[in-house]
């Protein structure tokens, strides 16, 4: 909070108190010096006509000079007045500023510093008031739209567990039926038609995988997302992904060919992960690569905690800029 100084009436009063202290003090001296004086020279009777004029005088002297400081404390009362009272209310109203009220103005007219000084402060109040205004405003759009940002979000988990729910029940169904086939549960198959029914059973898994990493979507946009190491074949897991986009491949006469390092044939590592990554490397390759070409896969170690996974094709490539 901003605090004036002593005001200019107080000051003013005590400068008046000072001077007419001076000047009694300085009569009182006068007339004792005058009446030892007057002792020392004549009797009381002379001295008493022999003074009369000048005493006469110091009592209109008195006189005069209490009018005058009478007069004086008049006027610097009304300068006090005329001074404070203005501060006083711009006191006041930065008081009130303080405590959160914008609506405190002065409205002085007046042409001297303090009008001048009244004004500069009305139109700061008027700016801060304006400036608040658009502020609160900003505020209530901000949570009108972080509102519909949350209802949006809401529905979008809901869709996506809706979506999950029907796709999962059919897919189950079919992963189920073609395991029993698979294992001739429901009567003998054909070596040609049990691999068959295997890449639908490999499909079918990765596809239920793709749809459970769906609904890890809002895992990921809250930066939750869960990782679940396991030992893993790495052979064995690009050969399942292989398998998964055989046809593919078998379309366009493409073949696939597979090195991995024995350094890093066995690795701690999310499978899930790994397989979504390698399925979007590989079926990028297929549909990017001539009829009879060739696509390579390899994995080699990095250094001691990465390795390296190198998906290659004879595609036509990204052309240099």
Known sequence: MYRFGLAPKFTAIVLAAVLSTGILVSAAMFFEGQNRLRDQIIDNNEASEAFAPVTEAAWDSVMLMAVVLLVAALGAGLLARHVTRPLADLQEAANSFSTGDLTRRLNFTRKDELGELGRTFDQMAATLAQRS????????????????VQQANRLKSEFLANMSHELRTPLNAIIGFTQLMHDGKVGAVSPAHEEYLGDILDSARHLLQLINDVLDLAKVESGKVEFNPEPVSLTKLITEVRQILQSLSATKRLKIDL?????????????????????????????????????????????????????????MGIPRT
């Open 133 to 148: 205004l658009e502020l609160e405003k900003a505020n209530r759009e901000l949570q009108e739209q972080n509102r519909v």
């Open 259 to 315: 090195e991995v390092s024995p350094a890093v044939e066995q690795l701690m590592i999310d499978p899930a992960k790994l397989k979504q990554v390698l399925y979007n490397y590989l079926s990028n390759a297929i549909k990017f690569t001539r009829e009879e070409g060739r696509i390579a896969v390899r994995a080699r170690p990095e250094d001691a905690n990465y390795f390296r996974l190198e998906v290659e094709d004879t595609g």
